[in-house]
Nanobody, 122 residues
Framework: MAQLVESGGDSVQTGESLTLSCAASGITFSGYCAGWLRQAPGKEREWVAYMAPIGVSDYANSVKGRFTLSRDDAKNMVNLQMNSLKPEDTATYYC????????????????RGQGTQVTVSS
């Protein structure tokens, strides 16, 4: 059974940066569509970013140009570099992995971590 463990969540000010990391056991990220979801209080879970097995990545419009997803195959980790953070980025961020990128984009992946909290204050 796959286990995804996130780290790196924190409370920051508007404009600051954070890097979230996700370590996997039981699956190899390079064989999956891996990425991040987030859920803000009172809102539905939404897709943030994904990277397909071949290394192609895509981002939600709300984070495009500010967030960068990377994959470290040697460590079997995915990282989300978040720059120019805004209060609307406040959410619990979840690492996600599925054989289908569509499942990640629709926020219904087979594998998901427990989440890490990101709070951005104005």
């Amino acid at each position: 059974m796959a286990q995804l463990v996130e780290s790196g969540g924190d409370s920051v000010q508007t404009g600051e940066s954070l890097t979230l990391s996700c370590a996997a056991s039981g699956i190899t990220f390079s064989g999956y569509c891996a990425g991040w979801l987030r859920q803000a209080p009172g809102k539905e879970r939404e897709w943030v970013a994904y990277m397909a097995p071949i290394g192609v990545s895509d981002y939600a419009n709300s984070v495009k140009g500010r967030f960068t997803l990377s994959r470290d195959d040697a460590k079997n980790m995915v990282n989300l570099q978040m720059n120019s953070l805004k209060p609307e980025d406040t959410a619990t961020y979840y690492c996600a992995a599925d054989l289908s990128c569509r499942a990640v984009v629709t926020a219904s992946p087979t594998n998901r971590g427990q989440g890490t909290q990101v709070t951005v204050s104005s």
